[in-house]
């Protein structure tokens, strides 16, 4: 048995001139939560449709369980659940039948995919809605059904492109939960998210993909040895801040600034400092602070440093 769910090496793609993946390579052990983290446009949709089949690289090679992919996309397929970030099922279908129909093309029994389309609609909590044609769900709903037909096989690895995208906080947190306890149960999960809070939360080892290429790939403990222990201070501010950066730097040198869309200033220290002096010096330059918030350094602080991205950048 090989230790390795996936494997990819110098994976390529472009549409025209668009390079939307540059010479990615990376592997995913058995049994790993993975992150693929970037902003919108990075190159993540591409990648994971190049994993699982629905597009051929241009360059590079796919394994998955050990088995050639490259060229034989389909060779692995038994071995997979996909959850797109669009869906695929069929409105017209009830949530049950959906499901009956995505166990059918994946050569489950007539029982067997019975109970399993059961099971999951409970599981899931759509028992109510699994007598309701698909078209007619929420979108929390759609999603919910969406994860179960990618698992109704129970899969071995399942990849998930953007599963909470445009869904109510209710339903996404349902979601990571069932994403937890798939995990747990020994489900290798790989997940495409420009939601740095998702990534933090779930997965154990995360890739940061900006522009088509990898730019940094570690666990989670090691990505956030670099901010433990730094105290950090949000101000939401209205006034003339861009004119203020240097200014401010200079003034208080102890201090490290970032300055965000001119309406929001980061402040990072190796130890607690004091709000008054520098609020009250922001406030004698024409700068009013609204609010003020201490908070612990977090993945978006090491994702900020690494790609020069903002954290807008990730809405």
Do not use: W
Request: with cysteine; aromatic share 6%.
């Amino acid at each position: 048995m090989h230790d390795h769910a996936i494997r990819t090496a110098d994976l390529a793609k472009s549409f025209g001139e668009v390079r939307a993946v540059q010479g990615v390579s990376f592997q995913v052990e058995r049994g790993e939560f993975f992150g693929f983290l970037g902003p919108n446009g990075a190159g993540k949709t591409t990648t994971i449709n190049m994993l699982t089949g629905l597009a051929r690289p241009d360059g590079g090679t796919v394994s998955i369980a050990g088995i050639d992919c490259t060229r034989n996309v389909k060779a692995a397929q038994h071995l997979i659940g996909v959850v797109p970030d669009e869906s695929s099922l069929y409105p017209e279908l009830t949530g049950m039948e959906n499901l009956r129909f995505c166990g059918a093309l994946y050569g489950m029994t007539r029982g067997s995919r019975e109970k399993r389309a059961d099971e999951l609609i409970s599981l899931f909590g759509l028992k109510k809605a699994g007598g309701r044609k698909f078209g007619g769900y929420s979108r929390g709903m759609k999603r919910k059904l969406t994860i179960a037909a990618g698992i109704m096989h129970r899969p071995e690895i399942l990849f998930l492109d953007e599963p909470t995208t445009g869904i109510d906080v209710a339903s996404a947190r349902e979601i990571r939960t069932m994403l937890s306890q798939l995990h747990s149960e020994g489900t290798t999960v790989f997940l495409t998210t420009h939601y740095i809070e998702e990534a933090q939360r779930l997965c154990g080892r995360i890739a940061f993909i900006v522009q088509g290429r990898i730019v940094k790939l570690d666990t989670l403990e090691n990505l956030l040895k670099p901010v433990r222990g730094r105290h950090v201070l949000v101000l939401a501010a209205e006034g003339p801040v861009g004119e203020l950066e240097g200014l401010i730097s200079s003034k208080f040198p102890e201090l490290r600034f970032s300055f965000n869309s001119g309406k929001r200033i980061s402040v990072e220290s190796h130890s607690p400092f004091p709000i008054a002096p520098l609020t009250s010096f922001l406030e004698e330059h024409g700068v009013s602070v609204l609010e003020a918030a201490r908070r612990k350094p977090s993945l978006e602080d090491v994702f900020v440093k690494v790609t020069g991205l903002g954290g807008e950048a990730m809405k």
